[in-house]
Structures are given as C-alpha cells and as structure tokens.
C-alpha cells in the first residue's frame, strides 16, 4: 500500500521531469538559435542602409541644380568635387546631367 501511494505520488512527478527535460536544453540551443538570427539579421541590415540612398538622392538634387544652373548660364563644365561619399557620387551625377539637360 505504501508503495502504491508512492507510485500515485511519483508518477505526475517522474512524468514531469521526463517532459522538462528536453526543455532544460532547449534554452541553451534558443539562445544559439537568437544569436545566429540576431546575427543575419545585422548582417541583412549593413548591406542595405537606407541613409546611404537618401544621401545620394540629396546629392543628385544639389548637383543637377547646379548642373544645369551653370548650362543655362553658358558656363564652362566644371565638375569639381573631391571624396567617394554617397553625397559626392549624387553630386557628380546629377551635375552631369544637370549640365547635359539644356
């Protein structure tokens, strides 16, 4: 009888930490599993940022202004700009076509 009790007692118990038990390992394998998407996910955002684009596009505005400034009034083409920054590439773009359009 006493061992009865035990086993009623027992059982749910037993049941458990048999189904637990997958679980206890499972945080350490989810923790694995966050920092790998953690990680593709930075490496999906640094290949495409959006502020780059917008630095260009600001770019290309001021130099087909000034581009086409500069052809309207008959000036000599000159493109001057130094660096490789989103901005300067835009910049040089837009003023070629800028000066090109008229």
Not at 13 to 20: D, E, G, I, P, S
Not at 52 to 63: L, S
């Amino acid at each position: 009888m006493r061992l009865k009790k035990s086993l009623i007692l027992a059982g749910p118990a037993l049941l458990t930490a048999v189904t637990l038990s997958p679980l206890a390992a499972s945080p350490a394998q989810a923790l694995a599993e966050t920092s790998a998407a953690s990680a593709q996910t930075s490496t999906h955002v640094a290949s495409k940022p959006p502020k780059k684009k917008a630095q260009y596009n600001k770019g290309r505005m001021a130099g087909y202004s000034d581009g086409r400034s500069a052809c309207e009034k008959k000036e000599p083409y000159s493109l001057k700009y130094s660096g490789g920054g989103a901005y300067q590439r835009g910049f040089a773009d837009g003023y070629n076509s800028g000066y090109h359009s008229c």
